[in-house]
């Protein structure tokens, strides 16, 4: 697998990867299609495999510490509903342990975090746990989680409520990492019923980074985030 990943890198990509979403992992520059090719063969060849064993296959890759090899360890476990289903909240903290950039915490929130999450593996307790660590890439996961909520081609079906109440945690943190994170959780939900993100603007104000209201309002104004058509 990592032969294959680094036959597949790209240095012009790596160098921009870097300034993008800078990481202690060790980062190859390999494309998001790339990655998805080299994906394909693995989860063909572990599909009679337990989830045990599908769980140990992405341990395996993620302790390479090689970031696209922890993106496919996230989308190895989020394709099979068994190995998900199987998950508790300290199996799930286990897989996160090690994200230090928003590209690995988004993967791991929408294939893994939130639908475990979302399928009652992991406790609202502990998502409100994850909101308040110190840890902003945990506070982050907490709002992206949000989305396999929400999203119907994540599997949501729409959660005001758990969705809110997360947002409500995280709604005056200004670090900036997770203001992106509390813009994408709104916009999502703004998809299944925009009158609760209405009244969250109103309720919140300025208080709310300036980022979330623009992207927020620009969303239930536009559809887009920027804004633009």
């Known amino acids: 697998m990592l032969a294959e990943l680094r036959a597949a890198a790209d240095p012009v990509r790596r160098e921009h990867t870097l300034g993008y979403f800078p ?6 520059g390999v494309s998001a ?3 998805r090719r080299i994906l394909r063969p693995l989860a063909r060849s572990l599909r009679a495999s337990s989830p045990a064993e599908v769980l140990g296959a992405a341990r395996a890759l993620l302790d390479t510490r090689v970031h696209e090899a922890r993106q496919i360890a996230f989308e190895l476990v989020g394709g099979r509903a068994d190995v998900v289903v199987g998950l508790d909240t300290a199996a799930v903290e286990a897989l996160g342990r090690g994200n230090d950039n928003w590209a690995s915490v988004d993967e791991f929130s929408v294939t893994v975090a939130g639908p475990a999450w979302r399928d009652g593996r992991v406790s609202d307790a502990d998502v409100v746990r994850w909101c308040r ?3 902003r890439w945990w506070r982050r996961t907490a709002l992206v989680s949000t989305v396999a909520l929400n999203v119907r081609s994540r599997g949501g079906r729409g959660d005001v409520g758990r969705t809110v109440r997360v947002c409500r945690e995280l709604a005056e943190d200004a670090d900036p990492m997770v203001a992106k994170g509390l813009s994408w959780a709104l916009r999502a939900l703004s998809t299944v019923d925009a009158a609760p993100v209405r009244r969250f603007l109103a309720d919140f104000g300025d208080e709310l980074p300036a980022l979330v209201r623009r992207e927020v309002r620009n969303k239930l104004e536009t559809g887009r985030k920027s804004g633009r058509a």
């Open 133 to 135: 660590s110190e840890d």
């Open 33 to 35: 299609p790339a990655m």
């Open 23 to 28: 990481s202690r992992l060790e980062i190859l």
